[in-house]
């Protein structure tokens, strides 16, 4: 049983468009909220997370919004661009460790 | 510079070798992580540390080994790789309070 479930597998956008990526979970206790980003080759790199006492959060570019009572979270790109185009993986946990991971987002965006 | 290691980048190996995948953190973290990524897929918990002289077993149930007996070192080892190791191998670490900084992953190929 998948305990984060991430949609869609795959988004293409063109430069300056605003692809959204959505994630759902079902463990109630989880209270940490990340989001990586993956190019190909390289390990995952943290580009922000949210906890459940704050219903959105925004750094530079990217927001997570997140909805409590419906155990979803979601990352918005804003004006994306071609270097955006990577894989993006939501990931769940409590307490900040153990993550588990969504089967991730391959995000294409033309330029 | 602060980082996280890993070594070497890409190994392939005959099957019955024993292999150790080498990982350091130079940021004084506790908490230590093994997860198991095939190419474009999530990626899975198999090991983790909470600092010396501690590792548990993760999610996914795995035959490689840990150990910890420095802060900053936290290799895996495989006593007789098989073609079903092929995989990603990815490192990571954080503090008690922050989401895991990865590595750079070590690309395991074994013929």
């Known amino acids: 049983q998948q305990q984060v479930k991430q949609s869609p597998q795959s988004l293409i956008v063109q430069k300056g468009g605003i692809p959204i990526i959505n994630c759902a979970y079902e463990?109630?206790?989880?209270?940490?909220f990340p989001w990586y980003q993956q190019f190909p080759g390289k390990g995952p790199a943290l580009l922000i997370a949210?906890?459940?006492?704050?219903s959105e959060k925004k750094e530079g570019r990217f927001t997570i919004s997140f909805n409590k009572s419906a155990k979803q979270f979601s990352l918005h790109i804003m004006d994306s661009q071609p270097g955006d185009s990577a894989t993006y993986f939501c990931a769940a946990s409590t307490r900040t460790d153990k993550l588990i991971f969504g089967t991730g987002t391959r995000l294409q965006v033309f330029p | 510079e602060a980082d996280i290691y890993q070594t070497p980048r890409y190994l392939v190996i005959g099957t019955g070798k024993k292999i150790t995948l080498e990982c350091s953190q130079t940021m004084g973290h506790d908490k230590m992580y093994w997860y198991q990524q095939d190419p474009g897929m999530e990626l899975h918990l198999i090991h983790y540390?909470?600092?010396?002289?501690?590792?548990e077993k993760g999610d996914l149930s795995s035959e490689s080994t840990v150990s910890r007996i420095r802060t900053e070192h936290f290799p895996l080892t495989l006593e007789s790789a098989r073609p079903s190791h092929t995989s990603q191998y990815l490192c990571?670490?954080?503090?008690?309070?922050?989401?895991?900084?990865f590595g750079p992953g070590t690309r395991l190929t074994v013929t």
């Open positions: 463990n109630t206790a989880f209270d940490y």
């Open positions: 540390s909470y600092g010396v002289n501690s590792t």
């Open positions: 990571a670490s954080s503090y008690i309070a922050g989401g895991p900084i």
């Open positions: 949210i906890r459940p006492d704050v």
